[in-house]
């Protein structure tokens, strides 16, 4: 193998990689566009949905009832937080709610362990990972058929999440309550219930993101540390953009893979648990709101 | 009627300036502290010194540097427990390096090395900001963790993770039993309280608050950001610092950087957020919370454990820890040290209703 063709798979590889860290920020981005609130949860939550779903699987249920049967409990267990959480905690300063989602990253790690159990479960989709024929018959690089199906499953995600947030009434109230909470409550848009549809939406994702993450490295506790290397992504792509969650992924991704080939070896390898996070820093120093971030502007 | 400070005038500017004003608090103060010096080795047990006062005082330092930097400073960090763990081994180094140096003298240097890492740290705040910052913070945590993992040369060329701490020796007298480290740890803790307590009321503590109200607000009315916030990554560091040393040194007698993970950033960040952001007495209140509360939902839990398996009590464990937190925010969100004083308030006019 020549070392272009090694490069490139190593490139494609951290693309396709990527894809899937922005699947898990996808969901910190829906959160914090709605509410402003940093969602440490989100990890526990794949952990919670990636549990659910592959527990009730394992009862022997049919592989779409199964899907039907954990979106209603990460629906339920949304409405559940707007009503016990967030609800009382309209107003408080941001770091009040960051903290309080620290609090439910616990509560929900418990609860997912103590209803299901710590074993590891496999987890079977559907989507075979073997590597994909055509491409490697035709140009000699090696590229997984499971990246790819799930670099696509994220990108019918991204598009139906856009289209939602721009069309119809929900994604119109949806948009006014990003932009400013108390403004949109005033017109009459029901805050509240806006969040719990909101955390519905980041459930689904943190659904679709445990069950790739989950027949990746097998459905168990480990996969909620899934979220803390998404959250370079978070920073590199912007808190409130779900391009940027999509392109930051891309970017930490690739960079990541190829610092870990080229750079590894000469420092003593393990980096990958803070590079995505120097990267983002590095892209931070420029633009310091991320990417695609929305424009900090500060008045006096 | 015992807290009321009718009758007490300020009638000079020392007077007005002074640290604790009420008589009442200076009073209870000074019982505290005659309390834990000769008290408390009458009624505590070697148990419960070295297995809960210990750590409680050293929690309570590292939560005092934590609340510096984000309760005065406003700056979000989640990345105190690299600050720790610097300082952890920096004192293993220097102790078993220079054999010769001071222990006393090792912790603040140690805490100073944590104060360099802090600055390092610190010095991208000026242009990132919020939450961008408390990821870019994570980074540091990461990045301190992989290296201590990584490179054998801070852990003496020995491939054991789990480092036993020397002994330690002041003016020819070895620290060795519970009460022994109970005392150096309650030194430092008191000085370090009462220089913490100094620093926020005075110019450089009005600056830190002044940067966490508006950062560019303060800039207008010529408060330097740069110094102002790197100060307070370098104060919060080296409290960190000698926080972590002591933890190594006194409490569990070994340096291991697996004791200073993200979930340590995350529990000093709960102390505060429980005890109260800016506030000093906050931090106590915190740290004695988040440290009794594990052992509180144990021995609870131990009564049921008959027929409960042990792993369902760790999970259950930690779903009380995280709904309790929640708990606290809703009822408290400004945290205990909030809840004393309407306390005070209260006591102030008791027995009259206003």
Known sequence: MTGFTFVIEVLIAGLLSGVMYSLVALGFVLIFKASGVFNFAQGAMVLFAALTFVRILEMGVNFWLAIAIALAVMIVMAIIIERVMLRPLVAQPVIILFMATIGLNYFLEGLAQAIWDAEVHGLEIGIPDVPWMAVLESTNILISLFDVWSAVICGVLVLVLAYFFQKGRIGRALRAVADDNQAAMSVGIPLQQIWAIVWAVAGMVALVAGAIWGQRLGVQFSISLVALKALPVLILGGFNSIAGAILGGLIIGASEKLAEVYLGPIIGGGIESWAAYFIAMLFLMVRPQGLFGEEIIERV | ?354
């Not at chain 2, 040369?153 to 009460?179: E, K, Q």
């Not at chain 2, 969100?333 to 009259?352: C, D, I, S, V």
């Open chain 2, 1 to 354: 009627m015992l807290y009321r400070e009718s009758g007490q005038f300020k009638t000079s500017y020392q007077r007005d300036m002074a640290i604790f004003p009420i008589r009442q608090d200076r009073w209870s103060l000074i019982a505290v502290l005659i309390i834990s010096v000769f008290g408390v080795p009458l009624i505590a047990s070697d148990h419960v010194i070295a297995g809960y006062l210990v750590p409680f005082l050293i929690w309570s330092m590292a939560a005092v540097g934590l609340n510096i930097l984000t309760g005065y400073t406003g700056q979000l960090s989640l990345g105190h427990g690299a600050f720790m763990m610097v300082g952890a081994y920096s004192a293993y180094n220097l102790a078993v390096r220079i054999p010769e140096l001071p222990i006393v003298l090792v912790f603040i240097l140690s805490g100073l090395i944590a104060a360099i890492f802090g600055v390092l740290v610190g010095s991208p705040s000026l242009r990132i900001k919020g939450f961008y910052l408390a990821v870019a913070t994570l980074a540091a945590q990461f990045f301190v963790e992989w290296v201590f993992g990584t490179f054998s040369w801070f852990t003496g060329g020995m491939m054991s993770m789990v480092l036993d701490t020397p002994p330690m020796i002041i003016l020819g007298y070895r620290i060795s039993s519970a009460l022994d480290n109970y005392y150096l740890v309650l030194a430092f803790v008191v000085v370090m309280t009462l220089v913490a307590k100094n620093l926020v009321r005075s110019e450089i503590g009005r600056a830190w608050m002044a940067i966490r109200d508006m950062d560019v607000a303060a800039e207008v009315i010529g408060i330097r950001p740069l110094y102002t916030k790197l100060s307070a990554f370098a104060v919060s560091s080296f409290y960190g610092g000698v926080a972590g040393a002591l933890y190594g040194f006194c409490y569990v007698k070994s340096v291991d950087f697996t004791a200073f993970d993200l979930f340590v950033s995350l529990k000093v960040l709960f102390m505060i957020i429980i005890g109260g952001l800016g506030s000093i007495l906050g931090c106590y209140l915190g740290a004695a919370f988040i440290v009794i509360l594990p052992i509180l939902i144990n021995t609870w839990g131990s009564q049921f454990s008959q027929n409960v398996p042990a792993d369902l009590i760790s999970n259950l464990e930690h779903m009380i820890f995280g709904g309790l937190i929640i708990f606290f925010l809703i009822v408290e969100p400004h945290g205990l040290a909030r809840l004393w004083m309407t306390t005070k308030e209260k006591l102030r006019l008791w027995p009259f209703p206003h």
